[in-house]
């Protein structure tokens, strides 16, 4: 049988920890970002879990996990 291509554009999207959980980086933090309380701006550099739904699915595109 032929090799499972990767889902190139997800792989990079997307971390896999060790326990197959997926992380992805928080939205909005492009610009408009001056009028935000600090509290605000430091939440959103923090990296987020993905639903388990749809952690399902990422984890079938990506073959080598």
Not at 26 to 36: G, L
């Amino acid at each position: 049988m032929p090799k499972i291509k990767t889902f190139k554009a997800l792989s990079k999207k997307v971390k896999i920890t060790k326990k197959k959980k997926v992380i992805r980086r928080k939205t909005k933090q492009n610009h408009y970002n001056s009028k935000e309380t600090g509290e605000q701006g430091r939440s959103k550099k923090k990296d987020v879990r993905l639903f388990k739904a749809d952690e399902k699915n990422v984890l079938k595109a990506l073959p080598y996990n």
